[in-house]
């Protein structure tokens, strides 16, 4: 069974970085990209960024280009996203997916 564990959220102030991890298990992770997606409040979920499986092609949504960062481990099965100068409107919960599955999310709050 596909399972995804994200980590790292927290509280920072606009202009504070966070690094975000997701966690997979039970499938293949190196044969899949991987998307990292957004819930802000009371908004429906947003892709922020895809990795491809090598990890050599990368997309971002223009929100967050520029900022944001997408890489992935394929020996330890995690992806992560590196965030930077972070903004107000980035608050959201965070999740990860891929092939339909979603983790628990992990909450990022921009607030000074």
């Known amino acids: 069974q596909v399972q995804l564990v994200e980590s790292g959220g927290g509280l920072v102030q606009p202009g504070g970085s966070l690094r975000l991890s997701c966690v997979a298990s039970g499938y293949t992770f190196s044969k899949y990209a991987m998307t990292w997606y957004r819930q802000p409040p009371g908004q429906a979920r947003e892709p922020v960024a895809t990795?491809?499986?090598?990890?050599?092609?990368?997309n971002y949504a223009d929100s967050v280009k520029g900022r944001f960062t997408i890489s992935r481990d394929n020996a330890k099965n995690t992806v992560y996203l590196q965030m930077d100068n972070l903004k107000p409107e980035d608050t959201a919960v965070y999740y990860c997916?891929?092939?339909?599955?979603w983790g628990q999310g992990t909450q990022v709050t921009v607030s000074s």
């Open positions: 990795i491809s499986t090598a990890g050599s092609s990368t």
């Open positions: 997916g891929v092939l339909g599955y």
